[in-house]
């Protein structure tokens, strides 16, 4: 018992080290480039992964709700449509609260794989879906699920993979394009994904939903300037930076910064960096698709549409695939 609680804590060590390490050179290159720029990836340390689930209950954060909703009255109709399904694998799992909605319509299924980033919401995920279905085999896999590339001891059968959240608009095309024929690797021929994409819609709606009132929104994208300096040695004054969320219509996506409010300059890991007032930081996008547009990138990619859902509003959608 000893000799595997050891080995178990060196293998959690290590990959906490390499963790770390990944995210020192993404922050050094990043801040050394110009436009600056931090991938989205490393909003979600444990309190960035808390502060956004904060956000999915905010008033004008419609993408949860809606999402649910959908999942909540077509469930049953998607399960039919996806087959005997004996193993969900969800991308990018987070709380994985949505998934029971799911899990509850798959009456076959066996297995259910969350993989996620965050060790400490995998595990509290798999506590809470393990008691609320019994029987169900939760197999935990901690990683990016951009660079997921098998799922080692997973059994095969009838796979559904699972990305909700429209977590694919914080991809760019490319991006997505690669990560759906990753996802094509993992789940191999004859699967089904579903996945959650948000439409384009009014301004009206959409900004409030990255900039809200309560400034829940601010405080995730502000964690990643404490995760810094609570990993790198990083002396970030979070007071001197704003959230800020703007609509790019060329490329029809929702852009979030880090603006710079005077001029100061930022240590981290012993190395200097100077910002101009209003210099930003760029660390996260978010596309918006129509249903016609989105099933053209997943055709790209070598999957087919089976089925796509909206709500009565058109503010999001689901997305049923197939692997042929």
């Given amino acids: 018992m000893a000799e595997g609680r050891t080995s178990t804590s060196a293998t959690k060590s290590a990959r906490r080290t390499a963790e770390i390490a990944e995210f ?23 309190t960035g992964s808390a502060l956004f689930e904060d956000i999915t209950r905010v008033e004008a954060y419609y993408p949860t709700r809606t999402e649910t909703a959908l999942l909540d009255s077509y469930g049953d109709e998607i399960a039919a449509l996806a087959g005997d399904v004996e193993t969900l694998v969800e991308f ?16 076959g299924l066996d297995t259910y794989i969350p993989i996620d980033v965050s060790e400490s919401f995998l595990a509290d995920a798999a506590k809470r879906l393990e008691a609320k279905h019994p029987g169900l085999n939760v197999k935990p896999h901690v990683g990016d699920f951009m660079r997921t590339r098998n799922l080692a001891g997973a059994p095969r059968g009838e796979r559904l993979g699972f990305f909700s959240g429209s977590t694919i608009g914080n991809l760019t095309h490319e991006e997505a394009k690669a990560f759906l024929e990753n996802a094509a690797e993992i789940l191999g021929v004859g699967s089904t994904f579903l996945i ?10 959409l900004l409030p939903a990255y900039d809200d009132e309560e400034g829940v929104t601010a405080a995730f994208s502000l964690n990643l300037l404490a995760r810094i300096n609570r990993e790198l040695d990083g002396d970030f004054d979070t007071t001197g930076f704003a959230h800020t969320a703007l609509y790019n219509d060329g490329k ?20 200097s ?6 210099e930003r930081i760029h660390t996260e996008n978010s596309h918006k698709y129509s ?3 989105f099933q053209a990138l997943a055709q790209s990619a070598g999957w087919q549409p089976v089925k796509a859902w909206t709500d009565p509003a058109d ?10």
């Fill in 24 to 46: 020192a050179d993404a922050v050094l290159h990043g801040l050394s480039k110009r436009p600056r720029s931090i991938p989205s990836r490393f909003l979600y340390d444990a």
């Fill in 92 to 107: 990018g799992s987070g709380s994985s609260r949505k998934t029971s909605l799911l899990i509850e319509a798959l009456a």
């Fill in 196 to 205: 959650g994409v948000d439409l384009k819609k009014s301004l009206d709606i």
């Fill in 252 to 271: 029809g996506r929702i852009e979030i910064y880090l603006q710079s409010l005077t001029d100061q300059d930022v240590r981290v890991m012993g190395r």
């Fill in 273 to 278: 960096f100077s910002f101009g007032k209003g």
């Fill in 291 to 293: 249903v016609s547009e």
């Fill in 315 to 324: 503010l999001f959608s689901l997305h049923l695939l197939r692997l042929a």
